[in-house]
């Protein structure tokens, strides 16, 4: 036991220490755990690490998948569901008949059930690694939104496959069964996971206490996928309904705080969680070739077909985003039509006059219009050509799930260390290959999401539309208090000049861009104001003059104000 605990110390001081250090590196972490993993599981001495899959499929999968789903926009989801489904679902099926045919072939004692079980094991890409860089990198918002949906929709898909094709593999199951199977446990999952979303959403909303809310968002992820387990449907798809509907309500249903509290708890959980899989899937490689020289098998044999796996792997990726890529680039000509269509039904509806009592009717109508407008804006002006087509086909980086899933394979299944060492080694090698040379690929390949001048003059754009908003309301003549009572006009002077003030520093670009307007004097000057104000706390916190509840106090507001100086147009 006490091994153990220094094991997994040391694994949390090793993710920490990478992480802080692997953006100035230019490698994106979980390529870099991975390779030290490896490396210190042939130090002379180092402990023998077998990680039973059901911890991670049922205790480190639903907490990771829903972090990334809480933070993934349902609008960009929404707006990508077609390729994101089709490279989560499609692309899933096809790798995995492709690459189990290959290993049927390889491997003469295995039946093709058996075969497309190992090929739904290694299908699913993990997009940890291919966001992580694409963001750094500063990928167009589309093409990370697609990777994402990918890796988190993927992940059902091939477990439903490798438990349909475990069950053919005991003849329990035939092609009709399986898939609807494959049908029940994608429905069931997904009204599992709508239930758990709308459930939690409500209870939490009615929890003022951030502390408590994120103490049961820990538990949200277990309560969507056990009792779709149960159900025998799909645990991982429940829990991404759940931590889409949860990221999509919680601006409305939940305070600031509660939702500043459980964003920076969760990066937590899962810059732990994730980064500490990657480490353990290098630190594990021994054990796994020591499996396979216990049964008596080739590790070269298996590293080998590994390879080739990988190989097959990639090139079904690549035939798969051509046509995939042509399919956007023509659905982007239709959303140009689209644009203009819905743009003369706007102007229609708004030219038209309707008697007053249809006016909340056109009112629903004229804003369904307008989303359908942007939605056919955003697809005609966010296309993805060749370019990011040779970046999604080559983020194919295999990771979480090929870990826990290879080493879920029955044990009566012929060659299953060597299957298993397969498995292992098309993680490793694209994680390592593919996710490594990503970056020089993006970099050769010039693609740049939007750049910084625009950025901020779309947030302009957007910071002058609030506060229009909020101006009109301190202007209305009908504005009262709770008890009905007018608001004394000197305070909505004063709450109207700090709303003006606060917008301004929003400011033009140009603003912006110089390092020596007064905008930049006054937040360099706030922030020397806050770090004497920092000084002088710390101060009184050491002189023991004051409570400590006094002092916590007084650091809470300082911290608010920095929190508040360092936010965009802070």
């Known amino acids: 036991m006490e091994e153990l605990g220094l094991l997994v110390l040391a694994g949390v001081l090793i993710v920490v220490a990478v992480s ?121 918002q589309r093409l990370v939104t697609i990777l994402e949906g990918e890796g988190l929709l993927n992940d059902a898909t091939a477990l439903v496959m490798l438990r349909s094709a475990v069950a053919a593999i005991a003849g329990t199951i035939s092609f009709w069964g399986a898939l609807g199977d494959f049908a029940y446990a994608v429905l069931i999952g997904a009204v599992v996971g709508g239930l758990i979303g709308a459930i939690s959403v409500w209870v939490r909303s009615r929890i003022r206490q951030p502390v408590l809310t994120t103490a049961i968002s820990f538990v949200v992820p277990f309560l969507a996928y056990l009792p779709a387990e149960q159900l025998h449907a799909s645990g991982v798809l429940a829990v991404v309904v759940t931590g889409i509907m949860t990221g999509h309500f919680a601006v409305r249903k939940f305070s600031a705080q509660d939702r500043i509290v459980e964003r920076m708890n969760w990066r937590t959980v899962q810059l732990l969680l994730e980064n500490g899989v990657f480490l353990a899937m290098g630190f594990e490689i021994t054990s796994v070739i020591a499996d396979v020289r216990d049964a008596r098998l080739g590790v070269g044999e298996a590293v080998g077909i590994g390879l080739l796996a990988a190989l097959v792997l990639l090139v079904v990726r690549v035939a798969f985003v051509a046509p995939l890529i042509g399919g956007l680039r023509a659905g982007r000509a239709r959303a140009e039509r689209r644009v203009t269509r819905i743009q003369g039904a706007i102007d229609r509806v708004e030219a038209t006059e309707f008697p007053p009592e249809h006016a909340a009717r056109v009112d629903r109508i004229t804003s369904f219009l307008r989303r359908q407008h942007a939605d056919a804006s955003f697809l005609s ?118 709303d003006l003030a606060a917008s301004a520093a929003v400011g033009s670009f140009e603003e912006w861009e110089a390092q020596t307007t007064p905008l930049q004097q006054r937040r360099e000057l706030q922030r020397l104001l806050l770090e004497t104000e920092q000084a002088a706390l710390t101060e009184a916190r050491a002189s023991g003059v004051y409570p400590s509840h006094i002092i916590e106090a007084a650091q809470r507001m300082v911290d608010a104000e920095a929190a508040r100086l360092n936010a965009p147009g802070g």
């Open 20 to 140: 802080a250090f692997a953006t100035r590196l230019g490698v994106a972490a979980p390529i870099l755990l991975v390779v030290i993993g490896i490396g210190c599981s042939f130090i002379p001495g180092a402990p023998r690490l077998e990680i039973p899959p059901e911890w991670i499929l049922a205790v480190v999968l639903p907490p990771l998948l829903y972090s990334a789903a809480v933070n993934l926009p349902a609008i960009d989801l929404r707006r990508n569901l077609g390729p994101i489904a089709a490279l989560s679902v499609l692309l899933v099926i096809a790798s995995a008949f492709v690459s189990g045919l290959v290993i049927w072939l390889l491997f003469p004692d295995l039946n093709f059930a058996a075969a497309v079980a190992v090929g739904a094991v290694i299908s699913p890409p993990d997009a940890v690694a291919a966001t992580a860089i694409g963001k750094r990198l500063g990928l167009p």
């Open 381 to 498: 002006r966010e296309g993805l050509g060749w370019r990011g087509g040779a970046v999604i086909a080559w983020s194919g980086m295999r990771g979480v799930v090929t870990l826990a899933a290879a080493q879920s394979l029955p044990t009566g299944v012929p060659y299953r260390s060597q299957l298993v060492l397969v498995a292992f080694t098309v993680a490793i090698v694209t994680l390592v290959l593919q996710g490594g040379t990503l970056p020089y690929l993006i970099r050769l390949l010039g693609i740049q999401g939007v750049s910084a001048r625009e950025s901020h003059a779309q947030l302009t754009r957007l910071a002058a539309e609030i506060s229009a908003a909020a101006r009109a309301m301190l202007d209305d003549p009908g504005l009262r208090r709770a008890d009905g009572a007018p608001f004394d006009p000197e305070v909505v002077a004063v709450i109207r000049d700090a």
